[in-house]
Each structure stands twice: as C-alpha cells, then as structure tokens.
C-alpha cells in the first residue's frame, strides 16, 4: 500500500471555525490533491499541487485553501467551516503526469461540521 | 454536462456469477485514461484496474476486466465470478489534462451488492 496518511480522520467542529486537515505521504510523488466525496457525487477535486509551493484550483475550491511547504505534506484548510463542508475529504497523491495509470488514495477524513 | 455516467445507481448479483457495472465518459482530448475503483463499507478507495485511451487491448486485472468500446465512448467493468466482498461502491473515473497536471473526475459510482 502506498504510504499516505490523513489527520485527523474524524473531526466535528462549529460553523465559523478554521479547520486544518493534513496529508502526508511518504511515496515523494510530485502530484497532491484533495476530493471531496458526497452523496450523489461521487469525488469532486478542490485543489492539487504539482510541487512544493505549486498549488492551483479544482471544480469546487470556493472556501478552501492549500498549502504545500514540503513534498511529503499537503495541508487543506477550511477558513470559516460552512455546513456545507460536511463532507468525506479523500488526500490522493500520484507520480507522474500524462502516462500515470493510478491515484493512491488516502484512508479519508470525515469532517462534521454543525 | 456530466463526463462521467453510471446510470446503476444500485444493482444486485448472484454470488459466482459475473455482472457489468456501466460507464460512459465524454472527452474531446484524443489521450486520455479510465479507472475503476472499488470503495467498501471501510471507506478506503482501492484501484481495480486502468486502460488506457490507445490501448489496443482491453485491460485485464485477475477477475476484473474493462470492456472498452471506444466509439462508443463506455468502459464497462465486468467482474467474474463475484464474491460476497465484491459488495462494495464502485467508480468509473477518467483522467483530464489540467494546465499543470492531471485530474480524475468521478462518476457517482454504483453500489453492489452480491448475495450469497
């Protein structure tokens, strides 16, 4: 298995709150992202990184933001956590670009936010 | 528009038979990539299998098989022989070119439940 691990893994926290999730791995695969995964949805990318200090958008980035500092860790926050960002959020990481043929997944980290 | 379409949202199958889980996908990029991944009640996502878009053959992995029929635009995953831990969610993903890197956009998967 690839070695990716999320923190924390369950987290319930209030509306208004700043929340920070962290992906680490241990593979150095050059390319990080985070999903998030809901009911009816399937995963839906937020952001990803393409190197240290290299971030960019995905389809549902509005509310978050990312940092990458270092290759191995890939952090997600949430600045002001919304009802709506409960969710299942899913760190993937991969090695290379075009001719990748798989994304390993992270265990997940279930967020509730109330 | 969706890119990615599972129309079974749930479907059911006698444990030792095989079943086909749909998935049609829309892409104008001429290379690109399809993934099946398996999510059981633990949560994890397992990767089950990849073809590529040039691939001549259909992919193969032990009792998963992809059914690609490309001008048809499905990639159909087919499972043989099932077993009761093959119930699980399962997603057609495909791999689209972003400015710097790859993304894989998700169907809303298929649940499967395999009785015994």
């Known amino acids: 298995d690839a070695g990716i691990t999320q923190s924390p893994r369950h987290k319930v926290t209030e509306t208004g709150t700043p929340v920070t999730l962290r992906c680490h791995q241990t593979?150095?695969?050059?390319?990080m992202y985070w999903y998030r995964q809901d009911p009816g949805h399937g995963l839906r990318l937020i952001h990803y990184?393409?190197?240290?200090?290299?971030?960019d958008k995905g389809e549902v980035s509005d509310g978050y933001s990312v940092s990458r500092s270092k290759t191995e860790d890939f952090l997600l926050t949430l600045e002001s956590a919304t009802s709506s960002q409960t969710s299942v959020y899913f760190c993937?990481?991969?090695?290379?670009?075009?001719?990748?043929?798989?994304?390993?997944f992270g265990p997940g980290t279930r967020l509730t936010v109330l | 528009a969706q890119k990615i379409t599972q129309t079974q949202p749930g479907m059911f199958v006698q444990e030792k038979e095989a079943v086909t889980l749909d998935c049609t996908y829309d892409?104008?990029?001429?290379?690109?990539?399809l993934f099946w991944y398996k999510q059981p009640s633990s949560g994890e996502m397992i990767f089950l299998i990849y073809?590529?878009?040039?691939?001549?053959q259909n992919a193969t992995e032990g009792r998963y098989s992809l059914n690609f029929q490309k001008a048809r635009k499905s990639a159909n995953l087919v499972i043989s022989a099932s077993q009761l831990g093959d119930s699980a969610m399962y997603f057609c993903?495909?791999?689209?070119?972003?400015?710097?890197?790859?993304?894989?956009?998700f169907g809303s998967g298929t649940r499967l439940l395999v009785r015994p």
């Open positions: 990184s393409y190197g240290v200090k290299d971030t």
């Open positions: 073809q590529g878009s040039y691939d001549q």
């Open positions: 593979e150095n695969h050059r390319y």
């Open positions: 993903a495909m791999r689209e070119r972003m400015d710097s890197s790859y993304k894989l956009i």
């Open positions: 993937a990481i991969s090695e290379a670009g075009e001719d990748y043929n798989e994304q390993f």
């Open positions: 892409t104008s990029d001429p290379s690109y990539g």
